[in-house]
């Protein structure tokens, strides 16, 4: 089976830096993904670890250990608009079956 | 445009009904999935299909049937053995060999009366 655990939630004030951590359990692993929600709305796609390192993407990185099955999303210079939820999520290297983590609710306050 | 197209948006149904949940896609995509999200919670995994007239069930398929007749389409019957259908449910596809991003339509919030 698979497993993703991440915390529930953060707060952080706005401009500065907040890392949302992410441990898994797979069955076969092939890469780990970052999505955010706002409330209400469809979860998008933010970026995509394959290999151990850090990927950045504008004001968001995305790291990974596969030794460690752990991963971080990095977000800096935090604005209000990044108050949202963000999801890592697996796919298993067996299929495409895509499981996500229960979710960091991010708070980001004047 | 390409994208992944849920309907309705909104959703009542009967104790006892059986409804069905429409998700069409555009990208040419082979994967798509089901996912259930309760209220301040995560993305549960319902049913995936890699291909046409084929489908697994995810963690939560109990209560739930799919089919993939078509590239394009995989819709999601809520059948009346599911107890607690009050859910948002989101579809999503993906590139089956490059499994690096997966989109999602816009969810059904369905609720029971």
């Known amino acids: 089976g698979q497993s993703l655990e991440q915390p529930s939630e953060v707060t952080a004030v706005e401009g500065a830096i907040v890392q949302i951590n992410c441990t898994y359990q797979t069955s076969g692993f092939y890469g780990l993904s970052w999505y955010q929600q706002h409330d209400g709305g469809a979860p998008t796609f933010l970026s995509y670890n394959a290999l151990d390192g850090l990927e950045e993407t504008g004001r968001f990185s995305s790291f990974l250990s596969r030794s460690d099955s752990y991963g971080y999303l990095l977000l800096q210079e935090l604005q209000m608009k990044d108050s949202a939820s963000y999801f890592c999520a697996v796919f298993n290297n067996a299929g495409n079956m895509l499981t996500f983590g229960g979710g960091t609710r991010l708070m980001v306050k004047p | 445009d390409g994208g992944i197209t849920q309907s309705p948006k909104y959703l009542f149904r009967k104790e006892g009904q059986n409804v069905t949940l429409s998700c069409e896609q555009n990208l040419n995509h082979d994967a798509m999935y089901w996912y259930r999200q309760d209220p301040g919670q995560g993305l549960r995994l319902i049913y995936y299909?890699?291909?046409?007239?084929?489908?697994q069930k995810g963690d939560i398929a109990e209560g739930y049937s799919v089919s993939r007749e078509k590239k394009e389409s995989f819709p999601l019957t809520v059948t009346s053995a599911q107890k607690n259908p009050t859910a948002f449910y989101l579809c999503?596809?993906?590139?089956?060999?490059?499994?690096?991003?997966?989109?999602f339509g816009q969810g059904t919030r369905l609720t029971v009366v």
């Open positions: 999503a596809s993906s590139l089956r060999h490059l499994n690096t991003e997966a989109f």
């Open positions: 299909s890699q291909i046409v007239n084929d489908f």
